[in-house]
């Protein structure tokens, strides 16, 4: 069966595949429902489910992510979620324990994609305690209701790729060019960590020179790059993140003293 074709995505024998920019990468995840789970569509999301008591709802966003709703709508619902990756070779499912979020590093210690930090929220609101644990390739999320939990509740493994939205060039006289990025609102939500900057930091950078017509990437420097990892790490809830490509390059540091500028 297929997503509604605005969702961007596709379901195949209950796994759930994403494409990233250029279709160059993806996120590929067994859904934690049985080859017999029934799917119907409702309001344009595809809802899968094997009982009464919950369900999972996939909805592909635009900024490259993939948001799997679990929705537990009583007290009988499972309370543990198993998502199984499709990894490449080398590629390893790392739990961030600051955060709670999980990263797939691959083999040259790069980040493929990332897994935000786990949430959950019952009928009135209220959060629910929730965590990951991981198992291989498999992400599990662990959802602890009591007898206070208003039901239903939702939690929500959010997995992305692209970390880039959109960008546009400005001229300074007498300076040079700017490149002002806007970050894919998932990319923020995984800015101000300072155990996985550097490396998410990289990953986008990267995503950006290839979404640069070809023309243009002759004016992206060193420096930009510094400034572009500094914003990950220190400076991602700004509007727009300014790379100023005519600044002499410095060390990670000295971004970090400059504030990314």
Not at 210 to 226: D, E, F, H, L, Y
Not at 240 to 245: D, I
Request: net charge negative; glycine share 10%.
């Amino acid at each position: 069966m297929s997503l509604a074709a605005d969702q961007g995505a596709s379901i195949q024998d209950n796994v759930v595949t994403v494409e990233g920019y250029g279709s160059k990468s993806s996120i590929a995840v067994t859904l934690p429902v049985s080859a017999n789970a029934e799917n119907k569509l409702e309001r344009g999301v595809v809802v899968l489910s094997d009982n009464e008591s919950s369900s999972i709802v996939p909805v592909k966003l635009e900024d490259g992510s993939v948001a799997i709703h679990s929705v537990l709508h009583d007290a009988n619902a499972p309370t543990t979620y198993r998502y199984t990756f499709e990894l490449k070779g080398g590629t390893k499912l790392v739990l961030d324990e600051d955060s709670g979020g999980v990263v797939a590093v691959n083999e040259e210690g790069g980040v493929d994609f990332l897994v935000a930090p786990p949430w959950a929220t019952d009928a009135n609101g209220a959060s629910v305690p929730t965590r990951y644990t991981v198992a291989g390739n498999a992400l599990i999320q662990h959802i602890d209701v009591d007898r206070s939990t208003a039901f239903p509740v939702v939690a929500d493994p959010w997995a992305g790729i692209d970390l880039v939205s959109s960008f546009y060039w400005t001229y300074h006289s007498g300076s040079g060019y700017r490149l002002n990025v806007l970050p894919t609102p998932w990319a923020r939500g995984f800015t101000g960590n300072l155990v996985w900057y550097q490396a998410v930091g990289e990953a986008g950078w990267s995503e950006l020179y290839n979404k640069v017509p070809s023309t243009q990437r002759s004016r992206m420097t060193a420096s930009g790059k510094g400034q572009y990892i500094c914003h990950m790490g220190f400076a991602g809830f700004d509007a727009e993140w300014n790379l100023e490509m005519w600044k002499a390059n410095k060390t990670a540091a000295g971004w970090i003293a400059s504030q990314c500028n």
